[in-house]
């Protein structure tokens, strides 16, 4: 059986725990041809530049900014979704709408912004049709000050239709008991989502929104680094971004590994808030 | 559940199923067609607008109708997308074949925990990184420190194996009965021969599912080949989208097309055309074994 697991193992160590030890970079002044031995040792001189630097602080305000819409919006989405096509009585309609909203979560980032860009760019289907009626140019893709909305919108478009999947899974553990009683009692369909297939999906929802808040500093790198030229780091900057062209662009190796940390630290601090929090609130937490 | 009303009559529908008024089938089925059309008219419209010809891409309607391969050939004739193809199918199948190779591998490792002394420790080694990740620059370094930059294999190894895929097989694997095993075993079987002749074939579905995870997850994969590949010849197709599609560089500067120049923007669409299709094609393939697989993996794990 050792042979079997050990590979895998061995894949772990080097791919997800080495890769820790680079962490030091942080509290060095890291040049990659002096190595992690030869590098001089700074403390904690990257930190104190970063959070000294207005752009550092504005990434990390456009990240924390998008991540509340994201919250907000996205997240919520999936269980309109999954609560709408549960109330659908035709099993085949619902077998067809669920393969077309799964589908663009399989569809990589390149392609859901090459799409989006020829469907609502400046040149796109959209504003062609708007200039047929007469009317203006809507720069949909490009607007700085649109384009958190934007960012958001097309995770709604992406990651909507497979988020339900999980939601399904909660309602379909629900006895039917309960909507039978229910029925007899007199509630409605609407009472019924109300009373019984919410708080039967609550802890799933629970969890999953403690889950998010581990992610609460990373906001879809792909997607925003894809489209940061059209709009500008003003609007696109984020920690992400921030840690790709100060570190892997920029060659300032110490910043951009200590606003990673800072990433990582502040995300596992909210999911361990989060989760007690949830506890107190009565529903069970993920540990 | 489904099942439980698959006949579909009106009378032999469970009661807390009763149909709803008029009014509400209205909205409902509104709300469902409005939906419906927003996740598929963008894809209708670039595959539309992949085969216009340069009259009709400009003129407005709500999908270009005339019809010409001009986008395609202009793309074929030259060697970037053809190129950044093979990539793509190279590294998508050498990927995946290995992390299916490992996941199985180690899941079945690990899907015994009680009899085999230091699994579980392994298994709880290996569910700890799904909490953490080291970070971009750590990464970085690491595949720079192997000598993996400007490597095919910078594109596989980062993201071979994947925790959550590892743990829906092994919830899969551990569902099987024991008896079945135990059987083999008596029988003089070794592990190897009853994970191969018993455990796999009763795991086609699940193995089906995490292949296709881990075939669009390369496929995609954009991220990787923006840090390791600095070689723009070794690029494989989102990294050619991106160049041509979205940062605007044109095609024909690159190649020596002898450009009879279909728009640029039908050209484009085309690239991204050629890009969705592969996952279009295997995608009905593997749906019908989502939710059983996901499912599984999701509730327990």
Redesign the interface.
Same mark, same amino acid.
Do not use: C
């Given at each position: 059986?050792?042979? #079997?697991? /050990?590979?895998?193992?061995v894949?772990?160590?080097?791919?997800?725990?080495?890769?820790?030890? *680079?962490?030091a970079?942080a509290f060095q002044d890291y040049s990659?041809f002096l190595g992690f031995r030869g590098s001089p040792w700074v403390g904690l001189a990257n930190f104190h530049e970063l959070f000294s630097d207005p752009q550092a602080l504005a990434a990390i305000r456009n990240t924390l900014i998008i991540s509340l819409l994201q919250v907000v919006f996205a997240f919520p989405a999936p269980i309109a979704?999954a609560l709408?096509l549960n109330? /659908?009585?035709?099993?085949r309609?619902?077998?067809i709408?669920q393969?077309?909203?799964?589908?663009?979560h399989?569809?990589?980032?390149?392609?859901v912004?090459?799409?989006?860009?020829?469907?609502l760019g400046d040149?796109g289907?959209v504003n062609?049709?708007f200039?047929?009626v007469g009317m203006s140019t809507a720069h949909l893709m490009t607007d700085a000050s649109t384009f958190k909305g934007l960012l958001t919108a097309q995770v709604i =478009?992406k990651e909507t239709?497979w988020g339900t999947?999980?939601f399904?899974?909660a309602i379909?553990?629900i006895s $039917?008991d309960l909507?039978?009683a229910?029925?007899?009692d007199g509630a409605g369909?609407w009472r019924?989502t109300w009373h019984i297939t919410l708080p039967g999906i609550a802890n799933v929802i629970a969890l999953l929104l403690i889950l998010r808040m581990?992610d609460v500093l990373t906001v879809g #790198? %792909?997607q925003i680094?894809?489209?940061q030229?059209?709009v500008g780091n003003d609007a696109a900057q984020v920690v992400?971004t921030f840690?790709?062209y100060n570190?892997?662009l920029g060659g300032n190796?110490g910043l +951009? $590994?200590a606003a *990673?940390?800072f990433?990582?630290v502040v995300g596992?601090v909210l999911v361990v808030v989060a989760n007690r929090t949830a506890k107190r609130f009565g529903t069970s937490g993920v540990f | 559940?489904?099942e439980v009303?698959?006949t579909?009559r009106r009378a032999e529908?469970?009661? =807390?199923? %009763?149909?709803?008024s008029a009014g509400?089938q209205f909205a409902?089925a509104l709300?469902?067609a409005v939906?419906?059309t927003?996740? /598929?008219?963008?894809?209708l419209?670039?595959v539309a607008?992949s085969f216009a010809t340069p009259a009709a891409a400009?003129?407005?309607?709500?999908?270009p109708t005339s019809f010409s391969l001009d986008a395609y050939r202009s793309i074929f004739a030259g060697d970037v997308v053809t190129r950044a193809l093979l990539v793509s199918v190279g590294v998508t199948v050498a990927g995946t074949v290995l992390s299916v190779l490992? $996941?199985v591998? $180690?899941a079945?490792?690990?899907s015994?925990t009680k009899?085999?002394p *230091?699994?579980k420790a392994?298994l709880y080694?290996?569910l700890l990184?799904m909490?953490?990740? +080291?970070?971009?620059?750590?990464?970085?370094?690491?595949i720079?420190n192997l000598g993996l930059v400007d490597s095919y294999w910078s594109l596989i190894?980062?993201g071979?194996?994947s +925790?959550f895929n590892?743990v829906v097989v092994r919830n899969f694997f551990m569902d099987i009965p024991a008896e079945l095993l135990e059987s083999a075993r008596i029988d003089g079987a070794g %592990?190897l021969r009853i994970?191969l002749r018993i455990v796999l074939p009763l795991s086609r579905a699940v193995i089906a599912v995490i292949a296709l995870f881990y075939a669009?997850g390369y496929?995609?994969?954009?991220?990787n080949a923006?840090?390791y590949l600095n070689d723009s010849t070794k690029w494989p197709m989102?990294q050619v989208?991106?160049e041509y599609?979205?940062?605007g560089g044109q095609l024909s500067t690159v190649t020596d097309l002898h450009q009879a120049a279909p728009p640029s923007?039908t050209v484009?669409?085309a690239?991204?055309v050629i890009?969705?299709v592969p996952?279009l094609a295997v995608?009905?393939f593997a749906?019908r074994y989502?939710?059983k697989g996901?499912?599984t993996g +999701?509730?327990k794990g």
């Open positions: 059986m050792y042979a #079997f697991f /050990l590979p895998g193992v894949f772990f160590v080097v791919f997800a725990y080495v890769p820790l030890l *680079g962490n970079a990659p979704l709408l109330s /659908l009585i035709s099993p309609i619902k077998r709408v393969s077309i909203v799964y589908l663009p399989f569809i990589g980032w390149v392609i912004i090459s799409i989006w860009q020829n469907v040149t289907g062609q049709l200039s047929h =478009w239709g999947i999980i399904f899974a379909s553990h $039917t909507y039978e229910a029925v007899v369909p019924r581990g #790198f %792909e680094l894809l489209q030229n059209a992400d840690v790709y570190g892997v190796w +951009a $590994t *990673g940390i990433k990582g596992t | 559940m489904a009303y698959r579909g529908l469970p009661a =807390w199923r %009763e149909r709803p509400t409902k709300v469902i939906i419906v927003v996740m /598929l008219y963008p894809f419209y670039v607008s400009n003129s407005g309607g709500l999908l490992f $996941t591998s $180690t079945y490792g690990l015994r009899d085999v *230091g699994s392994a080694l290996i990184t909490l953490f990740g +080291a970070g971009i620059i750590p990464q970085y370094l690491l720079r190894l980062p071979m194996v +925790a590892l %592990e994970l669009v496929w995609n994969n954009f991220f923006m840090l989102p989208l991106n599609v979205l940062q923007q484009q669409m690239v991204v890009a969705t996952i995608y009905p749906q989502f939710t996901v499912l +999701a509730i």
